[in-house]
T-cell receptor
């Protein structure tokens, strides 16, 4: 089955640090990947749609300069949280869909728990 | 406004009992997904419902979709402790990239 790998799984760092999260599709090519954010005991909120070879599409209220997305290849998208602060602490999850979009569920990575001190 | 509402948000039940989780959505869609999330983990795909009247079953879980009523249900039969998790429905609201709107989730706790 389709596998999406996310790395790292847990990051703890000091305020002001920039943190990069990787999302890889291991056995398929994904022209589109999605980045979600989940606060404790809440649902997933789509942050942005990552498009291979072009700019990401950000949801309303998500700062593109704060959350940098790079989708440089068909199997890798990265999310960089720049100058992270405690309010950026959250669970970040990426997903990708198998090509031939229409009837496929999104496959989710294992998530990255980000804690900013 | 695009909304996906799940009900209930929290459910505690005993093993062996049945219950139904409801997912209402506000926009026309013929693609609805159910996911399971265990604490601290990511999402696991359970069901993909693609048409009106679709019904899918896997073990003690059965999902259905009524696109006219904009309603999906996830029915739990004879619950067991291993089903304890948070269940999310998500609606594909279309567009070329297939973005999803998630419900708030239903946290299910099955007690022995």
């Amino acid at each position: 089955g389709a596998v999406v790998s996310q790395h790292p799984s847990w990051v703890i760092c000091k305020s002001g640090t920039s943190v990069k999260i990787e999302c890889r599709s291991l056995d398929f090519q994904a022209t589109t990947m999605f980045w979600y954010r989940q606060f404790p005991k809440q649902s997933l909120m789509l942050m942005a749609t990552s498009n291979e070879g072009s700019k990401a599409t950000y949801e309303q209220g998500v700062e593109k300069d704060k959350f940098l997305i790079n989708h440089a290849s068909l199997t890798l998208s990265t999310l960089t949280v720049t100058s992270a602060h405690p309010e950026d602490s959250s669970f970040y999850i990426c997903s990708a869909r198998l090509p031939g979009y229409s009837n496929q569920p999104q496959h989710f990575g294992d998530g990255t728990r980000l804690s900013i001190l | 406004e695009l909304k996906v509402e799940q009900n209930p948000l929290f459910l505690s039940m005993q093993e062996g009992k049945n219950y139904t989780i409801y997912c209402n959505y506000s926009t026309t869609s013929d693609r609805l997904y159910w996911y399971r999330q265990d604490p601290g983990k990511s999402l696991e795909s359970l069901f993909v419902l693609l048409s009106n009247g679709a019904v899918k079953q896997e073990g003690r879980l059965m999902a259905s979709l009524d696109t006219k009523a904009r309603l999906s249900t996830l029915h739990i039969t004879a619950a067991v402790h291993d089903l304890s998790a948070t269940y999310f429905c998500a609606v594909d609201y279309g567009g070329s990239q297939g973005n999803l709107i998630f419900g708030k989730g239903t946290k299910l706790s099955v007690k022995p």
